[in-house]
């Protein structure tokens, strides 16, 4: 599914916004549907790839593919597959969104579980593929407070050395960001670190509150914030790291086109950036794609990919042994 043919493929990257089930590859979902005896016809295109227009229809083409994936055998296999092709394209450290909700229920001892057979397949693909990967549990923000209390509870039994992070992700119009205050407090509490999606689709005051009401070291996407500079500087100063995707903002039109995207603008403004690609089979990217696109459009080279990498290592959610030796791999 992705083409071998990119200047950029071997560079060393850091990812660090990427949903799990997302990056599922087309083929390994219809491999287990076709296991399974289930009809996901629905949701592939002739050529194989997801089809969905607009992002409401994209949560539930993602919902549905997410039906295949019921327990934590196809979690280990699946998180597989994502680190070999994120490895193929030369991502040498990663973090994954995880949901609780969609691992067990939102239940602790379903989660365990499910989060056990994740750092399993992590651990077989360090040693395969030479990608670390760090958990980041998230709540899915459409489906309500008291569930993200539940993810929540879940993060905090099973904060550690493999899950790290806590996160907030789904539809970013639903509510506000105070109402998932309490939970925040509890995953700091338990020493995780925070980051959110904030200002894809929401303006700077989604920003602002995000930053305000959740204390977050890194926001998801983020770039909305360009409309209103003050902020932008906020975020400069705080050392915010943005997890920025200019792939999914263009293929979902958060942003027209790739030249309008806002990511030199904050970038030269202060502002710590990273590149992801989000959910890359849905929005037909790959890291090296993002890189592809970022040298025809804003000409990039060399020097600002290894920035690039080097803010986002500093912005990973890892211990600093982890850090450093991963490190090493960037040079
Ligand atoms: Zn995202």
Same mark, same amino acid.
């Given at each position: ?36 005896? =289930?009809?996901?016809?629905? #949701? ?35 998180? @597989? ?16 969104? @995880? ?18 057979? #994740?750092?399993? *397949? *992590? =651990? ?14 998230? #709540? #899915? ?8 209390? %539940? ?9 550690? %050395? ?10 970013? =119009?639903?509510?506000?960001?105070? %109402? ?5 407090? *509890? ?6 670190? @925070? ?24 926001? $998801? ?25 200019? $792939?999914?903002?263009?293929?979902? $039109? *958060? ?11 904050? =970038? ?64």
């Amino acid at each position: 599914m992705t083409e071998p043919t990119s200047d950029w493929r071997d560079i060393p990257k850091v990812e660090l916004h990427l949903h799990l089930e997302g990056a599922a590859p087309p083929a390994f979902i219809r491999g287990l549907a076709a296991e399974k005896g =289930m009809d996901l016809s629905a #949701i592939f295109r002739p050529d194989g790839g997801y089809r969905y227009e607009g992002f409401e229809h994209f949560l539930q083409v993602y919902e549905a593919a997410c039906q295949v994936l019921t327990g934590p055998e196809e979690f280990r296999r699946l998180t @597989l597959a994502v680190l070999e092709e994120s490895a193929s394209q030369g991502v040498v450290y990663t973090e994954a969104f @995880l949901s609780p909700e969609f691992c067990g229920g939102g239940d602790v001892g379903a989660w365990r579980e499910y989060l056990a057979a #994740i750092q399993d *397949a *992590a =651990m077989q693909a360090e040693r395969d593929f030479g990608i670390t990967l760090r958990g980041c549990a998230t #709540i #899915i923000r459409h489906l309500g407070p008291d569930k993200g209390r %539940d993810t929540a509870r879940c993060a905090v039994e099973t904060a550690g %050395d493999f899950l790290t992070g806590f996160g907030l992700a789904g539809a970013e =119009m639903m509510g506000r960001p105070g %109402d998932y205050a309490w939970s925040f407090d *509890a995953a700091r509490e338990a020493g995780l670190r @925070l980051t959110a999606h904030a200002g894809e689709w929401g303006g700077p005051d989604m920003v602002a509150d995000t930053i305000r009401d959740l204390k977050v070291e890194r926001i $998801g996407h983020g770039i909305n914030a360009i409309r209103d500079l003050a902020l932008v500087d906020d975020i400069a100063e705080k050392g915010i790291v943005l997890e920025v995707c200019p $792939g999914s903002n263009v293929f979902l $039109g *958060a942003v027209p086109s790739w030249k309008d995207h806002p990511l030199p603008k904050l =970038m030269a403004r202060g502002v710590k950036c990273t590149v992801s690609t989000d959910d890359p089979p849905f929005f037909h990217t790959t890291m090296s794609n993002e890189y592809d696109m970022l040298e025809q459009v804003f000409d990039f080279g060399e020097s600002e990919f290894r920035h690039l990498a080097e803010t986002g290592l500093a912005g990973a959610f890892c211990d600093e042994a982890t850090r450093e030796r991963v490190r090493k791999r960037l040079a």
